[in-house]
């Protein structure tokens, strides 16, 4: 299912938004529920079955601690590490969700023209390009960088935390450095940033789905707001 980045932009803008409020009813929890299952069933279209799978064993696992094993009553360090874990879950890891399937389903030439229609800036518009290329080829970098350690025999440094700072932290900082300008370089030969508007590959229209999509994120917002501070 191919959606307009500018559905994807609105989806991280009303999930993030939401997530700060306070669920203070079962309804309201069932709100946050509903809307944290939508990206890991988008993900689950786009056959990331890893991600989806494991984002939603996470808040699973997040909401059975909050719900059924713990209360604010609780004590005891143990106790407390565990409500202060399952509630930074359970909070922000929607919002991480959305944006990482965003990340992993968006074409940069689609992010670019997206940008275009939205008349972002291109210093903001490039600077976001960028990063959502970043975070993957350091990804790739690192598990690179860890077949290499395990040709070599070094696996975690031996037991040893330095060597695995030698082996394995610096060269991935020099790949960091490098992979920066790489990237910068790149949108620059790709002419971003010129002063001639760019064009692009990509046509870009919002389709039913889209709509559709915009307008549950929509209501589920609007329908969390009211019923919270006006019901």
Same mark, same amino acid.
């Given at each position: 299912m191919k959606l307009d980045p500018r559905t994807k932009f609105y989806m991280?803008?009303?999930?993030?938004?939401?997530?700060?409020?306070?669920?203070?009813?079962?309804?309201?929890?069932?709100?946050?529920?509903?809307?944290?299952?939508?990206?890991?069933? +988008?993900? $689950?279209?786009?056959?990331?079955? @890893?991600? !989806? =799978?494991?984002?939603?064993? +996470?808040? $699973?696992?997040?909401?059975?601690? @909050?719900? !059924? =094993?713990?209360?604010e009553e609780s004590t005891g360090l143990f106790k407390s590490l565990l409500i202060g874990y399952s509630g930074i879950v359970v909070q922000f890891l929607p919002c991480f969700i959305t944006a990482w399937y965003v990340i992993r389903t968006t074409k940069i030439d689609e992010f670019m023209s997206a940008m275009q229609k939205m008349k972002v800036p291109d210093g903001i518009a490039i600077s976001l390009a960028v990063v959502m290329r970043f975070f993957p080829t350091i990804k790739e970098e690192y598990a690179s960088i860890s077949d290499a350690m395990k040709m070599r025999g070094i696996?975690?440094?031996?037991?040893?935390?330095?060597?695995?700072?030698?082996?394995?932290?610096?060269?991935?900082?020099?790949?960091?450095?490098?992979?920066?300008?790489?990237?910068?370089?790149?949108?620059?030969?790709?002419?971003?940033?010129?002063?001639?508007?760019?064009?692009?590959?990509?046509?870009?229209?919002?389709?039913?789905?889209?709509?559709l999509l915009i307008t549950a994120f929509t209501a589920v917002a609007v329908i969390f707001v009211v019923y919270k501070y006006f019901l």
């Open positions: 991280i803008l009303i999930v993030s938004a939401v997530v700060m409020l306070s669920a203070t009813t079962p309804f309201l929890w069932g709100l946050k529920i509903a809307m944290t299952l939508i990206p890991i069933i +988008l993900l $689950i279209i786009e056959k990331k079955y @890893t991600s !989806a =799978f494991g984002f939603a064993f +996470l808040y $699973i696992a997040a909401l059975v601690l @909050t719900f !059924a =094993f713990l209360s696996a975690l440094g031996g037991g040893n935390a330095a060597k695995m700072i030698e082996y394995r932290m610096i060269p991935l900082l020099f790949s960091c450095v490098n992979i920066g300008d790489e990237l910068s370089a790149a949108a620059i030969t790709r002419g971003l940033g010129g002063k001639v508007k760019r064009t692009s590959v990509a046509e870009l229209r919002l389709r039913l789905v889209d709509w």
